[in-house]
Nanobody
Framework: QVQLVESGGGLVQAGGSLRLSCAVS????????MGWYRQAPGEQRELVAAINPSDSTNYADSVKGRFTISRDNAKNTVYLQMNKLKPEDTAVYYCKAHPIGSKQEYWGQGTQVTVSS
């Protein structure tokens, strides 16, 4: 059973930083493509950043230069470092794991990020 547990969300002032973590258990973490998504109230869930098993990354235009995704295969964890946060970054942030070669996708429960102006 694959489980994802996010942590690190909270309330921060505009311009501040947060680091989200997503710990994965139940499969071979190094073979997962990992992604961070977010969903604001009344909005669709959107991709924020992704990293594949070879450490290739991609970012939404709205976060390029401010957010950094990384992974630690020894700790089965993916991170999202968020700097220069803006009120429009306020959302529930979700972690997703997609084992390469599989049609399965696994989601975490989400962590709230609130940026005050």
């Amino acid at each position: 059973q694959v489980q994802l547990v996010e942590s690190g969300g909270g309330l921060v002032q505009a311009g501040g930083s947060l680091r989200l973590s997503c710990a994965v258990s139940g499969n071979t973490f190094s073979l997962n493509a990992m992604g961070w998504y977010r969903q604001a109230p009344g909005e669709q869930r959107e991709l924020v950043a992704a990293i594949n098993p070879s450490d290739s990354t991609n970012y939404a235009d709205s976060v390029k230069g401010r957010f950094t995704i990384s992974r630690d295969n020894a700790k089965n964890t993916v991170y999202l470092q968020m700097n220069k946060l803006k009120p429009e970054d306020t959302a529930v942030y979700y972690c997703k794991a997609h084992p390469i070669g599989s049609k399965q996708e696994y989601w975490g429960q989400g962590t709230q990020v609130t940026v005050s102006s």
